[in-house]
């Protein structure tokens, strides 16, 4: 004898409800992301067209979600915009966007792909510190490893973080780096704003490149992990033997590095 069905719990939806409940979320889905790919604001006619539907389709779903508090719409242009609950949703998973986890796999490709050292740094109170390294089957013996502090203008994390990060104590450790600099470390610099010139050349390839300036026989290749506002969280970065290793902007190994740094930085927030 089958068991009285409890009144608190729902039935099943038939396959063809849930379908149908799967096509609403998308659509619903679809004119979040829609807002979102039109600059957080638009009128109903922008959002139908956007995504493909019927303006009286998409008004009946604006209406829902109006009412659960993700969109909003502006009483004199009658436009419709993103609501508070979808910014505290945005803010909830800016929050958890964390470079070091985030880059894990990029890390692994990078080693697997290109057989070189690749690692995350971050800036610290003393300059840039490594805090997770990634060696391939047959590693570069470097003196360096998590923990290890690099310096800014002769590293090419160093460089990257200099370029992308306006920073008063850092422009001060980079201005101390040039006073107590050797004099075959002076000639590797520009005689005229020698940090000026290594800012606006790494902008410029978006990326930062050295052939042994930091570490005799080693060349590296490094971008910054941008967040949501554009600041650097983090510097991934490439490394190998001089002999064996292109750093140029235009290599291989620097196109890499970059589009696995942007699509970290997407994964944060960063809108280019």
């Given at each position: 004898?089958?068991?009285?069905?409890?009144?608190?719990?729902?039935?099943?939806?038939?396959?063809?409800?849930?379908?149908?409940?799967?096509?609403?979320?998308?659509?619903?889905?679809?004119?979040?992301?829609?807002?979102?790919?039109?600059?957080?604001?638009?009128?109903?006619?922008?959002?139908?067209?956007?995504?493909?539907?019927?303006?009286?389709?998409?008004?009946?779903?604006?209406?829902?979600?109006?009412?659960?508090?993700?969109?909003?719409?502006?009483?004199?242009?009658q436009q419709y915009f993103l609501g508070l609950e979808t910014l505290l949703l945005g803010l909830?998973?800016?929050?958890?966007?964390?470079?070091i986890r985030l880059a894990e796999a990029s890390l692994i490709r990078l080693r697997e792909e290109?057989?070189?050292?690749?690692?995350?740094?971050?800036?610290?109170?003393?300059?840039?510190?490594?805090?997770?390294?990634?060696?391939?089957?047959?590693?570069?013996?470097?003196?360096?490893?998590?923990?290890?502090?690099?310096?800014?203008?002769?590293?090419?994390?160093?460089?990257?973080?200099?370029?992308?990060?306006?920073?008063?104590?850092?422009?001060?450790?980079?201005?101390?780096?040039?006073?107590?600099?050797?004099?075959?470390?002076?000639?590797?610099?520009?005689?005229?704003?020698?940090?000026?010139?290594?800012?606006?050349s790494v902008r410029s390839a978006g990326c930062a490149s050295v052939r042994d300036t930091n570490?005799?026989?080693?060349?590296?290749?490094?971008?910054?992990?941008?967040?949501?506002?554009?600041?650097?969280?983090?510097?991934?970065?490439?490394?190998?033997?001089?002999?064996?290793?292109?750093?140029?902007?235009?290599?291989?190994?620097?196109?890499?590095?970059?589009?696995?740094?942007?699509?970290?930085?997407?994964?944060?927030?960063?809108?280019?």
């Amino acid at each position: 004898m089958p068991s009285p069905r409890d009144p608190n719990i729902s039935p099943e939806p038939s396959g063809r409800g849930r379908r149908q409940r799967v096509q609403a979320a998308e659509t619903g889905t679809a004119i979040l992301k829609a807002l979102g790919e039109l600059g957080g604001r638009a009128s109903l006619t922008l959002i139908a067209t956007h995504i493909g539907e019927s303006p009286a389709k998409v008004h009946r779903y604006l209406a829902s979600l109006i009412a659960g508090g993700l969109v909003d719409q502006d009483a004199v242009t009658q436009q419709y915009f993103l609501g508070l609950e979808t910014l505290l949703l945005g803010l909830a998973a800016m929050r958890q966007a964390d470079p070091i986890r985030l880059a894990e796999a990029s890390l692994i490709r990078l080693r697997e792909e290109l057989e070189v050292t690749c690692f995350i740094a971050v800036m610290g109170n003393k300059g840039p510190t490594i805090v997770r390294f990634e060696e391939p089957a047959l590693p570069v013996t470097v003196n360096v490893r998590v923990g290890s502090v690099l310096p800014l203008l002769w590293s090419a994390t160093g460089r990257a973080l200099l370029a992308a990060l306006d920073d008063k104590q850092m422009l001060a450790m980079a201005e101390h780096e040039v006073v107590n600099a050797t004099p075959t470390q002076r000639a590797m610099l520009e005689s005229k704003d020698p940090i000026g010139h290594i800012r606006d050349s790494v902008r410029s390839a978006g990326c930062a490149s050295v052939r042994d300036t930091n570490l005799p026989g080693i060349s590296a290749v490094a971008a910054p992990l941008l967040d949501y506002t554009g600041r650097p969280r983090a510097v991934l970065t490439a490394l190998g033997a001089s002999g064996g290793f292109d750093p140029s902007p235009t290599g291989a190994i620097a196109q890499a590095v970059r589009r696995e740094a942007r699509a970290i930085s997407q994964q944060m927030g960063y809108v280019e």
